[in-house]
């Protein structure tokens, strides 16, 4: 069970990471120093599902960590 929930955990890892990754950079800090200042649109499209699967994926990373805890 330990081995699966293993596995399970660097799968999660990799793909979370790849998500963060994919997503659009915005404006970041840059407009709370100064920057460019930008202007809050809604997410639509692929980068709403690609949101959504983010947040998806980061529950199920925190999930499998607790049940590794507890196993």
Same mark, same amino acid.
């Given at each position: 069970?330990?081995?699966?929930?293993?596995?399970?955990?660097?799968?999660?890892?990799?793909?979370?990471?790849?998500?963060?990754?994919?997503?659009?950079?915005?404006?970041?800090?840059?407009?709370?120093?100064?920057?460019?200042?930008?202007?809050?649109?809604?997410?639509?499209?692929?980068?709403?599902?690609?949101?959504?699967?983010?947040?998806? +994926? #980061?529950? $199920? !990373? &925190?999930?499998?960590? +607790? #049940?590794? $805890? !507890? &196993?």
């Amino acid at each position: 069970m330990q081995t699966t929930l293993l596995i399970i955990q660097a799968v999660l890892a990799v793909l979370l990471s790849l998500a963060i990754l994919a997503q659009q950079q915005g404006t970041g800090l840059s407009a709370t120093f100064g920057g460019q200042g930008g202007f809050h649109t809604e997410k639509r499209g692929a980068e709403k599902v690609l949101s959504n699967l983010t947040v998806v +994926l #980061a529950v $199920l !990373f &925190v999930s499998n960590a +607790l #049940a590794f $805890l !507890f &196993v």
